[in-house]
């Protein structure tokens, strides 16, 4: 069985290695008859792609960097920032064989059969965060009026923020992609006509105590689906170095399966 591990200490580039371990897995795979490590030959290959050809990562970023100028011109008061990222080749690898897992058991357990192939291919298509941008705001305490708090006035601008996002960003060549969160409570601040395409963790926050608002883009130019979240700074701080950081998700999601 080919693994990861196998490929990452023998001094090649991120890249080499994508290569090395794509190739081996994938003619393993045919001689065993596997699909699923077809499947993730597949997964595999969009990383690598990534890698190899991101060139339209910076006309990517800049676009979704405008919206953040604007953002900043429109609210001079509050302190943006502006992250980007290409999840890492050990977490993609994580997420996708925990997830692979995680849905052969829960299908199993239902129906006390294996998914077909084009089932377990459907359900992979919720790899959809392999690219992410981040816009956090914080609002200096000076700017406060009497008898409001920072942390409920950073949610109502950040609100605002989500709300004007993805007509902005439409217009720049992206499309807004329905929210996977089913039954999600609405917060009162995010209007009608964006609210299905959030997934509001912060009405619905999480047992791990993250918040934060994601929304799903695909970016018709660059031809792919990028992420973008909203959060305050506090709750980037309690998301990124606090207990609900991507290790703790992690061997949560680890523990639960």
Do not use: W
Not at 3 to 29: F, H, M, P
Not at 193 to 200: G, I, L, W
Not at 212 to 227: G, K, P, Q, W
Request: aromatic share 14%; hydrophobic share 35%.
């Amino acid at each position: 069985m080919k693994k990861l591990n196998d490929y990452l200490y023998l001094g090649d580039t991120v890249l080499k290695i994508l290569q090395r371990y794509s190739e081996d897995l994938k003619q393993s795979a045919k001689e065993t008859d596997n699909q699923i490590d077809l499947l993730h030959c597949n997964f595999l290959l969009q990383i690598a792609e990534l890698l190899q050809h991101n060139d339209f990562l910076t006309s990517q970023s800049q676009r979704i960097r405008e919206f953040y100028n604007l953002m900043a011109n429109e609210y001079p008061f509050l302190a943006f920032t502006f992250k980007g990222r290409i999840k890492s080749l050990i977490r993609a690898e994580a997420k996708f064989n925990g997830y692979i897992v995680e849905y052969i058991y829960n299908y199993y357990s239902e129906h006390e059969s294996y998914p077909e192939l084009p089932e377990l291919k459907n359900a992979l298509n919720c790899f959809r965060d392999l690219i992410a941008y981040r816009i956090v705001i914080s609002l200096p305490k000076c700017h406060l009026k009497e008898g409001e708090t920072c942390a409920d006035e950073e949610i109502k601008y950040l609100y605002d923020v989500a709300n004007q996002l993805p007509g902005f960003l439409e217009e720049c060549g992206f499309t807004a992609e329905l929210s996977s969160l089913k039954g999600q409570k609405k917060s009162p601040f995010l209007k009608e006509n964006v609210s299905p395409y959030y997934r509001d963790y912060i009405a619905n926050s999480e047992s791990s105590g993250y918040r934060s608002l994601h929304i799903t883009f695909y970016d018709n130019i660059a031809r792919c689906y990028v992420e973008v979240q909203l959060r305050t700074k506090e709750m980037d701080d309690f998301a990124e170095i606090g207990p609900a950081n991507h290790l703790g998700y992690e061997k949560r999601q680890e523990s639960e399966r």
